[in-house]
């Protein structure tokens, strides 16, 4: 009985220091960058500065479970929007790129910075001290940095668009389609980069259960897609019972096949039926969870970094592989854009908001860290990058947007 109330007030603390005072902040500054940042920034300086936090019981073991229920709504949501993507604008005087032009574009712009990327970490981070993966191989470590370097943040660029000036939402409308063969292609990265870590060890030992988890994954995409065809418009209940039962299943299939849980729980809304889609409300979910339940989650990654490994050298890595992910990402959308026809500044506007890490990358890294995939030197690096990207993304794109008469960039 004693437990619970100090349990309880740990609660308290962790909804105080990582929810309630990065709001308030938030808001003060006219939420000028993305909420997502701020307990991040406050776990950071909590680790660097070896702050007793845990005499309060911070990390709180319910704060802990709630933050990380709530990144598996986010990472379900994320699924979700895939079908939530703004309406295009009947007078968007953007060409229409082909679907082949839009996924060459999308590949474009995610391979220039991963090979890039994974290549310049093989050579020139991985050796410096401490930033060797702890369980796994050096070449495996690269492209598991790599691909932090070079995703975008699908959720944070649906508000960033959301909020836009209409003369520049078409740029933002296209980003947008971008983004989602990135968001996919993250989390069909990460899978990978997970069994290629484990080799032929990842089949080793299957027993019935996993053979249960493809198939129950298989069962869930044939449902939703004959219910695409076949039950367009059911109850609103029958969606609402339908959700859970795709959260679950889809993480705890991916749990099974040795994969993590946020992958599955992507996937799972990735493959809900498009039309139920459309009925809930997403937003306010994915907005909810982001704005009063996540930032625990994101706060105790930030505290999760050894503030050791935070020196000037990891600071001096961190501000490199921000240029290194600007460029590439800007110069692949220049080099080879989505659309045909786009000039200079409507490249560079693309290039600016898709370079954005956001949620995504804060929720990857953690991820490949947690597996021992990054060291830890390289898991503080890359939260930095989180940080800084996400910051530079309006500034950036006010930067680059093309000038309108009569209209600002937002």
């Known amino acids: 009985m004693r437990e619970f109330p100090k349990g309880l007030l740990a609660l308290v603390a962790d909804v105080l220091i ?14 000028a960058i993305p909420i997502a940042v701020i307990p991040i920034l406050v776990g950071i300086l909590f680790a660097v500065t070896h702050a007793p936090v845990q005499e309060l019981g911070i990390p709180s073991f319910y704060g802990n479970s709630i933050g990380w229920v709530a990144v598996l709504i986010l990472a379900f949501t994320a699924g979700l ?14 060409p229409s790129p082909s679907l082949g032009r839009l996924l060459a574009g999308a ?31 050096p070449l495996i470590g690269a492209m598991s940095v790599g691909l932090c370097m070079a995703v ?53 030992g299957w027993t019935g259960l996993e053979f ?9 995409a044939l449902a939703g897609s004959w219910a695409t065809r076949n039950l367009k418009h059911p109850p609103l209940w029958v969606i609402w019972l339908a959700v859970p039962v795709y959260l679950a299943a889809g993480s705890w299939a991916s749990m099974q096949l040795g994969l993590h849980e946020l992958i599955g729980a992507y996937f799972a809304g990735a493959i ?35 503030g050791d490994a935070l020196t000037w050298p990891s600071v001096i890595a961190s501000l490199m592989l921000v240029v290194l992910s600007v460029v590439t990402k800007i110069g692949a959308v220049s080099l080879f854009p989505p659309a045909a026809g786009l000039n200079g500044r409507q490249r560079l506007s693309i290039g600016a908001l898709l370079q954005c890490k956001g949620l995504m990358e804060i929720v990857a890294a953690t991820i490949l860290h947690e597996q021992g995939m990054i060291s830890e030197f390289a898991f503080a690096s890359l939260m930095v990058l989180a940080v800084i990207s996400t910051v530079l993304t309006g500034p950036l794109f006010r930067l680059a947007a093309p000038k309108v008469s009569g209209s600002t960039p937002a």
């Open 152 to 204: 975008s943040a699908l959720p944070v660029l649906i508000g960033v668009v959301r909020e836009l000036s209409p003369a520049h939402r078409p740029i933002g409308h296209l980003a947008l389609k971008l983004a989602v063969v990135d968001d996919a292609a993250l989390w069909v990265g990460l899978a990978a980069l997970q069994f290629a870590a484990r080799g032929s060890a990842s089949l080793k």
């Open 18 to 31: 990582f929810v309630l005072v990065p709001w308030g902040f938030w808001r003060l500054i006219n939420k």
């Open 81 to 94: 929007e895939m079908w939530q993507t703004p309406e295009k604008d009947q007078n968007d005087p953007l």
């Open 107 to 137: 590949l474009v712009a995610l391979a220039g910075p991963f090979v890039i990327g994974s290549v310049l970490v093989y050579y020139f981070f991985l050796p410096l001290r401490g930033w060797t993966p702890p369980h796994t191989t």
């Open 272 to 306: 809900m039926p498009p039309s139920w889609v459309r009925r809930l409300p997403v937003e306010e979910v994915g907005t909810f969870s982001l704005i009063w339940l996540a930032p625990m989650f994101f706060g105790h990654s930030g505290l999760h970094i050894n």
């Open 212 to 220: 249960v988890a493809i198939a129950l994954l298989v069962g869930l």
